[in-house]
C-alpha cells in the first residue's frame, strides 16, 4: 500500500527541541523529493520545506518563519524522512504533514505538535 | 516568494450550482507550476488539479482548472454534497513553495 505515516508529535515546552518522522512505503522513496507542511489549529496549510533526492543533489529549502531553526533530512535505507524541529515557538504549534510532490501529492494523516509552557 | 490571494474567503451556494474560486499570484509562476487541493476537516488536503489544469488521478471532471501567469480559476460545474470542503491553491515552481489562504465553500 501506498501510504506516508508521520510520528514524533507531542506537547513541548517553548526552546524545546523536537523531532518528527515520516514512513514512507509502497513507492520507491529514494527517487522523491519529499516536503513538510503544516497547519496551525484552525488556519490554512503552510508549506515547511523540502528534500530533493540523492540524485537530484539532496539539498535542503526552507520558509522563513524556519529557517535556521528546523532542518529536514532523510534515510533512503530506511525510507524515512525527518524535520528536526530546535529553538521551538508558540506559533510552531500545528499538525505537520509530509507530502510527495505532484501528480502524485501523497500526504500522510499528519502528527500534532503542541508547543506550550 | 509568491504571495497566492485566494477569493472569495467564503462561497456560499446549494447542490447543483457551478463554483467558481480564483487564486492570484503576486508575480507570474513559471510554466503553470498551480496546484489545487480540497481540505475537509480532520482530513489531509486531496490533490484535485495540477499544472493548472490538469486533473489528478480520480478526480471527477466536475471540477477544471484554468489560467496562467498570475490569475488561476478552479470550477466545479455542478456542487455536490461532498465537495462542501476548504480549498487551497499551491504554487510548486519556485522555492519558496506557497499556499493561497484558502476559500470556504459551504452550503446555504
Known amino acids: 500500500e501506498v501510504q506516508l505515516v508521520e510520528s514524533g508529535g507531542g506537547l513541548e515546552k517553548p526552546g524545546g527541541s523536537l523531532r518528527l518522522s515520516c514512513a514512507a512505503s509502497g513507492f520507491t522513496f529514494s527517487n522523491a523529493w519529499m516536503s513538510w507542511v503544516r497547519q496551525a489549529p484552525g488556519k490554512g496549510l503552510e508549506w515547511v520545506g523540502r528534500?530533493?533526492?540523492?540524485?537530484?543533489?539532496?539539498?535542503?529549502d526552507y520558509a522563513a518563519p524556519v529557517k535556521g531553526r528546523f532542518s529536514i533530512s532523510r534515510d533512503d535505507s530506511k525510507n524515512t524522512l525527518y524535520l528536526h524541529m530546535n529553538s521551538l515557538k508558540t506559533e510552531d504549534t500545528a499538525v505537520y504533514f509530509c507530502?510527495?510532490?505532484?501528480?502524485?501529492?501523497?500526504w500522510g494523516q499528519g502528527t500534532l505538535v503542541t508547543v506550550s509552557s | 516568494e509568491i504571495v497566492l490571494t485566494q477569493s472569495p474567503g467564503t462561497l456560499s451556494l446549494s447542490p447543483g450550482e457551478r463554483a467558481t474560486l480564483s487564486c492570484r499570484a503576486s508575480q507570474s509562476i513559471s510554466s503553470s507550476y498551480l496546484a489545487w487541493y480540497q481540505q475537509k476537516p480532520g482530513q489531509a488536503p486531496r490533490l484535485l488539479i495540477y499544472?493548472?489544469?490538469s486533473r489528478a488521478s480520480g478526480i471527477p471532471d466536475r471540477f477544471s482548472g484554468s489560467g496562467s501567469g498570475t490569475d488561476f480559476t478552479l470550477t466545479i460545474s455542478r456542487l455536490e454534497p461532498e465537495d462542501f470542503a476548504v480549498y487551497y491553491c499551491?504554487?510548486?515552481?519556485?522555492?519558496?513553495?506557497?499556499f493561497g489562504g484558502g476559500t470556504k465553500v459551504e452550503i446555504k
Open positions: 507530502t510527495t510532490p505532484v501528480p502524485a501529492a501523497l
Open positions: 499544472g493548472a489544469s
Open positions: 499551491q504554487q510548486y515552481g519556485s522555492s519558496p513553495l506557497t
Open positions: 528534500i530533493k533526492s540523492k540524485t537530484d543533489g539532496g539539498t535542503t
